[in-house]
């Protein structure tokens, strides 16, 4: 389950902007590179802001070509080529952005698994 930061619920308040706008653009992956799946536990997330900050924080790390966070299952999973990205590297991007925006994200590793390589 998810849980309602301070942050949030002053923002469901109406005392501050949660919105966040989901990035829509993700890497494309490398002709003949390798892909792996992360799958991830999430806590710290109070709105469906919340989760699209998460995702887009994975978005943005380099080798990362595509992410899905779900608020309401606290879980997430992450496409990356693992020559360019490493999941220590994807949940450090969710604690920074916790910290940027005043929440407490973490997340922790719930499985890895290679999708396809060279």
Avoid at 45 to 64: D, E, F, I, S, W
Avoid at 86 to 92: A, F, Q, S
Wanted: aromatic share 2%; net charge positive.
């Amino acid at each position: 389950k998810h849980e309602n930061t301070p942050t949030c619920n002053e923002r469901s308040r109406g005392t501050h902007d949660c919105h966040e706008v989901p990035v829509a653009a993700e890497a494309a992956p490398q002709a003949g590179g390798a892909q792996a799946l992360l799958s991830l536990e999430v806590t710290g997330m109070g709105c469906p802001a919340c989760a699209a900050r998460v995702r887009n924080a994975l978005v943005a790390v380099r080798g990362v070509i595509g992410a899905e966070v779900r608020l309401e299952s606290g879980r997430g999973s992450v496409v990356y080529d693992p020559r360019r990205a490493y999941p220590l590297r994807l949940l450090e991007a969710i604690e920074h952005e916790g910290r940027r925006s005043r929440h407490a994200y973490r997340a922790t590793v719930t499985g890895v698994r290679l999708l396809a390589s060279p």
